[in-house]
């Protein structure tokens, strides 16, 4: 199959071992942060790039986190090489996070700082597009926070919107009328209550499944069968990982939870190569096997989406880089590459 296509992910900005040392994935010290990007965080070197591989995964959207309303630049990479620049893909100028909900309320409440309600939320977003009109207009010296912004009104970055309400959703969809960005729902909880409006939209989801949801009141109505009502009503679904809250390494399984929820194979398999890659607008290039396209691809043991199926080869631009008859590539594989020794493993 075609190498796997991630459109939401922390692989590096959050990586393993999960300790404060490693979490530069929020920039909370001010609800805006247009200007910080994903790329000057990420560690090439994090365990959970191998174990990615490890699940066939080749392409990752990697995101700053939620915690604000404008949580800075994406990259978007190959899982390959020893540095942050050997990773990013080559004219792609990656997207731009944003968040509502309660992510963003939550952190700012707790330092008794705007937004604390899911109206800043909005008015913050509103007040930076709005100060990026002027910016643009104006030709004033150098803001990094304004560029970034200026670039997503020109439709040259996507907006990647972390939503999970129904409400939250429109709000989404909202502030896309009133500024025209590009935009892909990411998460998209409640889509299954606001399908016919996305589909009319024309905004494309990004979702994610959970076989153990919780943890928060927005998310208490997610369910396998989300991706399936909002295929149906001709909205275009991604699947994605949110790695670290789901694994990269069972990536396949993801995207078979949906499966179960009654979402088609071909629609799951294009949710997780062709459809992401397009999200992403790199479907020229990723996605699908054809000729002229990057020689990127699984090898796998059996059916996609079938519980026995293993990944046995991941390869990026004709390159192997995940063997699992290789006894340290297969440790990435079953999560036993901290165990110690390889030599002991069966």
């Known amino acids: 199959v075609p ?69 800075g630049q994406t990259a978007y990479v190959k899982l390959r090489g020893d540095t942050v620049e050997e990773m990013l893909i080559p004219g792609a100028i990656g997207g731009l996070k944003m968040a509502n909900g309660e992510n963003p309320k939550r952190v700012y409440a707790e330092r008794k700082k705007a937004p604390t309600t899911r109206m800043a939320v909005a008015a913050l977003q509103r007040d930076a597009f709005v100060r990026a009109q002027e910016y643009r207009e104006k030709g004033e010296k150098r803001d990094l926070d304004m560029e970034a912004l200026v670039e997503v009104l020109e439709g040259r970055r996507t907006v990647h919107y972390h939503t ?28 299954f209550l606001m399908a016919e409006e996305i589909a009319a939209a024309g905004v494309p989801a990004s979702i994610i499944t959970v076989d153990s949801p919780g943890g928060k009141h927005e998310a208490v109505r997610l369910g396998f069968e989300n991706g399936a009502r909002l295929a149906r009503a001709g909205v275009r679904v991604a699947i994605h990982s949110d790695d670290p809250i789901t694994s990269s390494r069972l990536f396949l399984r993801s995207a078979a ?20 890659a397009r999200m992403m607008r790199l479907d020229d290039r990723l996605g699908s096997i054809e000729k002229g396209k990057d020689a990127d691809l699984v090898v796998l043991s059996g059916e996609p989406f079938s519980v026995w199926t293993r990944v046995l080869e991941t390869w990026i631009e004709g390159v192997r880089v ?12 079953t999560g036993g590459f901290a165990a110690g020794p390889l030599e002991p493993l069966p």
Do not use: C, K
């Open 3 to 71: 190498g796997l296509v991630d459109t939401h992910s922390h692989l590096g900005v959050y990586p393993r071992p999960s300790v404060p040392a490693h979490a530069d994935g929020n920039e909370t010290t001010a609800p805006v942060q247009a200007g910080v990007r994903a790329l000057d965080a990420i560690w090439p070197a994090d365990p959970g790039i191998r174990m990615a591989l490890a699940g066939g995964v080749t392409t990752a959207n990697i995101m700053p986190g939620s915690g604000n309303v404008i949580g």
């Open 164 to 191: 999970h309400r129904a409400d939250d959703i429109a709000t989404a969809l909202r502030l896309r009328r009133e500024f025209g960005f590009d935009l892909v729902l990411q998460h998209v909880t409640e889509g």
């Open 257 to 276: 939870l949906a499966v179960r929820g009654g979402m088609d194979e071909e629609t799951a398999l294009r949710a997780i190569t062709l459809e992401a």
């Open 322 to 333: 995940f063997d699992r008859s290789d006894p340290e590539d297969r440790a990435y594989a």
